[in-house]
């Protein structure tokens, strides 16, 4: 609204954009607000009451129907102000009760930082527009008119503000194609925080203005002709680009103002979608097109279910000029975006269960609950929601959208999380490419599969999407505990076989692990490959012995009987006990660091270790650095995924013996099945000196042949 009004000026306003509004609604609503927020002022000195209003006129600009406009003026009622949410559902029903409760920032409850309590709020407000996107509508319209009176706040929340729209709002009413809302949060949030930058941009765009506008009539009235000529009905229009817009492409691109050739944009609106492509006929014969900037978004529909088709032409005094081609219904859901496209009736709701513009919405709701961290949620909104897209095609022709720079591999995620899991290779149009290889629009994308194959820690290196990220983590967890729990049991058998006992049946191993204090057994045996509790430990209950002299934990790893530590610094103690964990096989080379076991010395993990990293004892976590004495070697586990084939095997050794590195054991096991083809797994023992030897052996084996992947696989202690 352009100056202060009554309600009675708001109806008549409203009633312009949507001649069936609820007018006794709308009033209840008005008085409601009115009377819980008389007496507060906003920051800008005005009446509460007046924000209220103008969150429902924007909401009216979008041609919402009436009860979300009653929910905009009582948006901020529970939040501000001693009323409840059964005090709106008892008003005005569970409907505007259920968004306005959505749009309610959570209080009462204790949270570590602020960023894990906007993340819950965020949270909150995805539940709730999961179950009707209303409710974010809202949020838009309330988090604009925000941004639009920002000049009395204090620097440091104004910037607070803007780069959350920047980074959050502005990308989310993009998502459900808001352009206009878009545009203006974009711009307002730049003037925010570069100031400098957006005043430059602005004196530039009034300086060319004239200038600007000729050249649009020499582009409009020859297509206007040319259209006529063909008996194309079409509204033409010129426009300059949003100021952010403008500022992003001068950083991406690295030129000038000046130099940008895409300012504006000419659009034509046609009648339907036949003559979409004949008014592109048109153009084309009229204009040079450059063809590797030509988009057909009518075939394939942007995720947020934009249409229409873009080209650029060498235009008058050949200057390059882009022209967006769409229908009129085109046209109006590009403007408002989902708030078109969402089936209101007044009186009667009604929504197409159809609309691909909620699907990424579901998505959020599925993959959020993997993501336990706020910092991986907000990277996940930023990421996955936010970014632009691409769409490929899978090999039966289904269409995927996926964030602007992500990978062969995210694709693999895309598709399935088993696909995903089990992923050696990627196929884009045909060619062989490695899984890090970064997706373009248009391309065919084939996932090469095996069940051997599985993830590993790296992979976080490859993949762009949360999704992904988040799947891989999970597994990496779920395998480490897996992994846990079988070295735990290996080295508890070979104890025993040590002492020459026998293994205890599940239902005895059952009862120690739960006079220990643990609910089952594989608690209880991942904690002992850990080194939370120790053999001795567990002995004494399965085949009591005599208690030695109580000591204090480092006293007892520093007896002399301990052997002396190989190729390992502990800082301020000597002559501990150690021994390398099975779980991760450290190398010189590689950040380490240890933990001080129960009666085993300390166990030295890499860094990124999964197990390590499971165990909640940071007092037991020791600093370790490597001492190694020139030409020690350390036993280090290979697994190769190949394509089985004629003397692979002897390929590979040959590879690995040609860097002067020890082969101790060498077996390959094939497998043949008809989904994934004849494939085959090698197990390799090597001595190695350090990660770089490794780095170098990784490298020479993954350029031979039909070897699909290389990883350390569960390996050797130094006890065995």
Not at 337 to 354: F, M, N, Q, T, V
Not at 370 to 399: A, H, M, N, R, W
């Amino acid at each position: 609204m352009s100056e202060k009004m009554n309600l009675a000026q708001f109806i008549i306003f409203i009633e312009s954009f949507n001649a069936n509004i609820n007018i006794p609604l709308i009033r209840a609503a008005y008085e409601f607000s009115d009377k819980a927020h008389a007496g507060q002022l906003r920051e800008t000195g005005d009446p509460f009451i007046e924000h209220c209003l103008e969150v429902a006129f924007i909401l009216a600009e979008q041609h919402m129907d009436s009860t979300t406009i009653a929910a905009g003026l009582l948006h901020d009622v529970v939040e501000d102000t001693n009323v409840t949410i059964d005090e709106i559902r008892k008003e005005f029903g569970d409907e505007i009760a259920h968004m306005v409760n959505g749009l309610t920032k959570l209080s009462g409850l204790s949270y570590k930082s602020t960023t894990d309590k906007q993340v819950e709020y965020f949270r909150k407000m995805l539940l709730s527009m999961s179950e009707d996107i209303r409710v974010i509508i809202i949020k838009l319209a309330d988090r604009l008119h925000n941004m639009r009176t920002l000049a009395p706040l204090d620097p440091e929340k104004k910037t607070a503000i803007a780069t959350e729209t920047r980074e959050i709002y502005a990308p989310l009413a993009h998502r459900l194609g808001m352009a206009k809302i878009k545009c203006e949060l974009e711009d307002l949030a730049f003037a925010t925080l570069e100031p400098k930058k957006y005043a430059y941009i602005e004196k530039k765009l009034k300086e060319s203005s004239e200038e600007r506008e000729a050249y649009i009539k020499e582009v409009t009235e020859p297509l206007k002709q040319a259209l006529e000529k063909e008996g194309i009905v079409a509204e033409i229009t010129g426009r300059a680009k949003h100021l952010d817009s403008i500022w992003r492409k001068m950083q991406k691109r690295q030129v000038s103002f000046e130099q940008i050739y895409d300012l504006f944009a000419i659009r034509a609106v046609v009648e339907n979608e036949r003559d979409c492509y004949h008014a592109l006929g048109v153009v084309h014969s009229t204009w040079k097109p450059v063809m590797e900037r030509f988009h057909d978004y009518i075939a394939n529909v942007k995720s947020n279910m934009y249409q229409s088709l873009h080209t650029t032409v060498i235009g008058p005094r050949n200057r390059m000029v882009e022209i967006q081609i769409r229908t009129k219904k085109m046209h109006y859901r590009a403007e408002y975006g989902i708030a078109a496209h969402w089936l209101y009736k007044e009186g009667k709701r009604k929504y197409d269960e159809s609309d691909k513009r909620m699907a990424w919405v579901r998505e959020v709701l599925e993959w959020q609950k993997e993501l336990t961290s706020s910092e991986d949620f907000l990277e996940f909104l930023k990421v996955d929601l936010f970014q632009d897209d691409i769409f490929v095609y899978t090999p039966k022709g289904e269409l995927k959208h996926l964030p602007k720079g992500a990978t062969a591999l995210d694709f693999a995620f895309a598709i399935h999380s088993d696909v995903g899991f089990h992923c050696t290779g990627a196929k884009i149009n045909n060619k062989f490419v490695p899984l890090n290889t970064p997706l373009e629009s248009g391309q065919l994308v084939e996932i090469q599969t095996s069940p051997h194959q599985h993830p590993s820690i790296d992979w976080l290196k490859i993949v762009k999407t949360g999704a992904a990220k988040s799947k891989i983590k999970h597994w990496i967890i779920q395998q480490g505990y897996a992994q846990a729990v079988t070295l735990g049991r290996e080295i508890l058998e070979r104890e025993l076989r040590h002492r020459r006992l026998k293994m205890p049946n599940e239902s005895q191993l059952l009862d120690v692990a739960q006079a220990m204090g643990f609910a089952e057994t594989d608690q209880l045996l991942a904690k002992l490959s850990a080194g939370v509790v120790s053999v001795a430990s567990i002995l004494s209950r399965i085949e009591p012995v005599s208690s030695p002299q109580d000591e204090s934990l480092m006293g007892k790893l520093a007896l002399p009987t301990r052997r002396h530590p190989r190729g390992i610094k502990v800082k301020g103690a000597d002559n501990l006990m150690f021994r390398f964990a099975a779980c991760c096989q450290p190398l010189p080379g590689e950040n380490i660091t240890g933990f001080i076991t129960r009666g085993r010395g300390v166990t030295v993990h890499r860094q990124d270790c999964p197990v390590i990293a499971s165990i909640n004892e940071p007092d037991r976590k020791i600093d370790l650095e490597w001492d190694v004495r020139l030409g020690e070697s350390f036993l280090i586990r290979l697994e190769v995924l190949v394509h089985d084939r004629k003397n692979i095997l002897k390929d590979i050794t040959d590879a690995i013996s040609a860097l002067d590195v020890n082969v101790r054991a060498a077996e390959i096991k094939s497998e043949r099945k008809p989904s994934v083809g004849s494939t085959a797994i090698g197990y390799f023992i090597l001595e190695i000196v350090n990660a770089a030897q490794l780095k170098r052996v990784y490298d020479k084996i993954k350029k031979i042949q039909g070897v699909l992947t290389v990883e350390r696989s569960r390996g050797l202690s130094s006890d065995d």
